[in-house]
């Protein structure tokens, strides 16, 4: 073949989409959760065992668990967002053989789709979680290249001194390898050997805030997570209630992955009565007959706050934000990832910092 002929030749693209693209982008799963449900010979297309990397189009018929996945091209996923204060004694699982409450529980069913956590938190930690109908959005966010800072209020026990801040920012050896925090901030309360802090980290490792100040000889006494990258957790929300985030709110969060607006679904009127009828009532405090069931005693299950005495029921910590929206543009402080022009990968982040 000559070298004319080279040039002229075109490469042909590979047909279809990525399967796990495909079923994120529809609600059923983050890419995560849809490669290891094909590593696992969970799911098949037109009637045989999918495999990693495999591109299917509308043609394809898709199978999850025997049952079909029925997809429109023209119904793209709906991106729905809630944010919800998670209470202790909560696991991020939909369900657990051991039949303990899950985060799952309370949330409202969707209408088309499925809730996706955005992340974890273990039984024992509070605050901040969010759920998504769209799995591209739920896979940005997890992903460790998009760098979403993760800020928490943990009380620890023990003495603090500069050099172990130091040590804590500049980075230590865990058992799955180098880890810190990117910034740490003393806050008000605390009495003797307990000490309020605000730390940001990067990733989302299991247990990682817990670790990194055991890694230092402290005992983490209580942990609250107050914000994901641009979303904060305001005092308005209750624990054990969840809200539904605003299209504003969702568009800022997308932008900061790199992903264009999308419009809500729209409600018929019913729809959205009971819809607001849930959110009122999620909005309020909880009743007498409907308290958080928890793994410790009352007065160990309360939110991160600092400076509560033992003896009194801990009250809601108001993170930095108290109203209004819990989505802020980024200050100059947070430095907003601008998104590639062809709408990829954010081209660079600063370090995050709990807001002051």
């Not at 930095?320 to 802020?328: D, E, L, M, T, Y």
């Not at 954010?346 to 995050?352: I, L, S, T, V």
Request: aromatic residues 4%; hydrophobic residues 35%; positive net charge.
């Amino acid at each position: 073949m000559s070298e004319q002929d080279l040039q002229n030749t075109e490469i042909t693209p590979p047909a279809g989409e990525k399967l796990q693209k495909v079923l994120a982008r529809i609600g059923v799963g983050s890419r995560r959760d849809v490669e290891a449900w094909i590593s696992q010979g969970r799911i098949k297309v037109n009637g045989v065992e999918a495999t990693l990397g495999q591109r299917v189009d509308l043609h394809d018929a898709i199978a999850v668990d025997g049952k079909l996945i029925k997809r429109e091209e023209a119904a793209e996923a709906t991106r729905r967002v809630i944010m919800y204060n998670k209470p202790d004694g909560e696991i991020c699982t939909r369900d657990d053989p051991e039949g303990r409450p899950t985060v799952f529980d309370r949330l409202p069913r969707p209408k088309e789709g499925r809730w996706i956590n955005i992340g974890r938190l273990d039984i024992n930690t509070t605050g901040l979680l969010l759920f998504t109908t769209d799995g591209e959005l739920a896979n940005r966010l997890m992903h460790p290249s998009y760098e979403m800072d993760r800020e928490y209020a943990v009380r620890v026990r023990g003495e603090v001194d500069d050099e172990m801040i130091e040590r804590l920012k500049a980075g230590v050896m865990l058992e799955d390898g180098p880890a810190k925090f990117t910034d740490i901030q003393k806050a008000p309360g605390g009495e003797g050997f307990n000490h309020w802090y605000h730390c940001v980290v990067m990733e989302g490792r299991n247990r990682e805030v817990r670790r990194l100040w055991e890694s230092q000889g402290m005992v983490v006494s209580r942990l609250k997570r107050v914000r994901f990258g641009p979303v904060f957790l305001n005092s308005d929300l209750p624990m054990g209630r969840w809200r539904e985030m605003s299209q504003g709110e969702i568009d800022i969060l997308a932008a900061e992955v790199g992903l264009q607006p999308v419009a809500l679904p729209a409600m018929n009127l019913k729809a959205k009565d009971k819809m607001e009828r849930l959110q009122r009532k999620s909005s309020r405090p909880l009743g007498r007959g409907e308290r958080v069931r928890n793994l410790r005693p009352s007065h160990e299950a309360g939110a991160a706050a600092p400076a509560e005495r033992p003896a009194r029921q801990p009250r809601e910590e108001a993170p930095r934000k108290s109203r209004g929206s819990a989505v802020a543009e980024r200050p100059s402080d947070m430095r907003k990832r601008p998104a590639k022009p062809d709408g990829g990968k954010p081209a660079g982040r600063g370090r995050g910092k709990p807001r002051g």
